[in-house]
């Protein structure tokens, strides 16, 4: 798989996890949440747990207590098949939730953050606390940073909406003086050399910083004043990081502050580059569907799966909001056969014969697209349901279309 398709994919797959999470309401305060970050001894979390086992022996209502009690057992169960926590830490939910009747049922979830969790948090609540990771949500796209004037530079890097700072140098510019005659045109040569040779090194340094981030898909560039313009338009950067440049901003400052007023600053601008590129996936479909015989387009589950299995698919488009499973069933007499439905089934009468037959895959539609795919080097992109655009793959072509390599 692709590193942009294998960042949809993680980005899809912890969205639908904490759209789940966040569905769920208990009847108490029986929902527990932990996070443990990578630097946390399992040992001191076990030990903090058992301490809440006790303590929860305090709580009146008898059915409460219980549940509380097994939602802490379950959670212990799972730390200890951990020696340490993974490189981000660990997420854990778990407790009793309602279903049919006075029935309930255990649930948890157990998640890998792609940010590192900085604090370790214990609560138990009608609901699990999800408020730290819904930032977490956003696209994990990663812009360059520069800020400069003629006597600093700090260059840095935006993932998400994280911020830092990764080289902070001053200039050896001298300041202006008020001297006349030929010692000013002179001071005036040495300054502009001094600035000149300033540049160059904040040219050197974005070089060496940004060049070889694949990932990265823009640069943005600040400060005050003119220099930054001036820096831009005499072709100091490496040709391929000029072709990255965004725009330049206004900022007060030139440290690592000034990185972060630069982003706020240029918030409009990431917006409309993150949409763009669905706009421009899109737009390049519908060019192809205008097309007499359809041009390398496709759309339609049956359509675009067919077209992945042949190698023919060059981009895959999905919506986010499919919410579908693609259930596999086989039943006694052999008979084997595949469909997409809303909902997961465990059984149900073959098709074929009328046998009760069993499920032997169930997968989300989306991932089982992805699986796909990768067997062929074919991209997946997620369209997001909120632009114009995704609403428009929704509505128009059932959440599914492909660009293709070449026409099956």
Not at 60 to 79: E, F, G, H, Y
Request: with cysteine.
């Amino acid at each position: 798989m692709d590193v942009r398709s294998s960042t949809e994919k993680a980005r899809y797959d912890f969205k639908k996890a904490m759209q789940e999470i966040i569905d769920l309401k208990g009847r108490g305060t029986e929902l527990i949440s932990v996070y443990i970050p990578p630097s946390k001894q399992i040992s001191d979390v076990m030990a903090y747990l058992r301490n809440e086992y006790s303590q929860s022996s305090n709580i009146k209502s008898k059915s409460t207590m219980k549940n509380v009690q097994s939602a802490i057992d379950s959670i212990m169960s799972r730390l200890r098949t951990y020696k340490f926590p993974p490189t981000n830490g660990i997420v854990i939910f778990c407790g009793e939730v309602p279903r049919a009747g006075d029935q309930t049922r255990m649930v948890q979830h157990v998640l890998d953050p792609p940010e590192a969790v900085t604090t370790f948090f214990y609560r138990c609540d009608s609901q699990f606390y999800t408020e730290p990771l819904l930032g977490m949500l956003q696209d994990k796209k990663t812009y360059g940073l520069i800020t400069m004037d003629r006597s600093e530079a700090t260059l840095g890097i935006l993932t998400g909406s994280k911020v830092v700072a990764i080289k902070n140098f001053d200039s050896m510019v001298p300041r202006k003086h008020r001297q006349g005659g030929q010692s000013a045109q002179r001071f005036e040569r040495l300054i502009e050399i001094a600035a000149h040779e300033f540049f160059k090194k904040i040219a050197d340094n974005a070089t060496e910083i940004f060049l070889e981030r694949e990932e990265m898909i823009g640069l943005l560039i600040g400060g005050p004043g003119s220099t930054k313009d001036f820096f831009i338009k005499e072709g100091y950067l490496h040709h391929e990081l000029q072709k990255k440049v965004v725009d330049t901003f206004d900022t007060g400052y030139t440290d690592e502050y000034g990185l972060r007023e630069l982003v706020e600053n240029a918030r409009s601008a990431i917006v409309d580059i993150e949409l763009m590129h669905e706009k421009e996936l899109i737009q390049k479909l519908l060019t192809e569907i205008r097309h007499t015989d359809g041009g390398l387009s496709a759309y339609g589950e049956e359509v675009v799966r067919n077209a992945t299995q042949a190698g023919a698919a060059d981009v895959v488009l999905l919506s986010e909001n499919l919410n579908k499973r693609r259930i596999s069933v086989k039943c006694p007499r052999g008979h084997v056969y595949s469909y997409t439905s809303p909902s997961s089934e465990d059984r149900e009468e073959c098709r074929e014969c009328g046998a009760h037959a069993d499920v032997e895959n169930d997968i989300d539609l989306v991932d089982d697209f992805f699986e796909l795919a990768d067997q062929f080097g074919t991209t997946v992109e997620i369209i997001s349901a909120d632009s114009e655009e995704g609403e428009m793959l929704m509505k128009a072509f059932g959440g599914i279309a492909a660009i293709l390599r070449y026409r099956v």
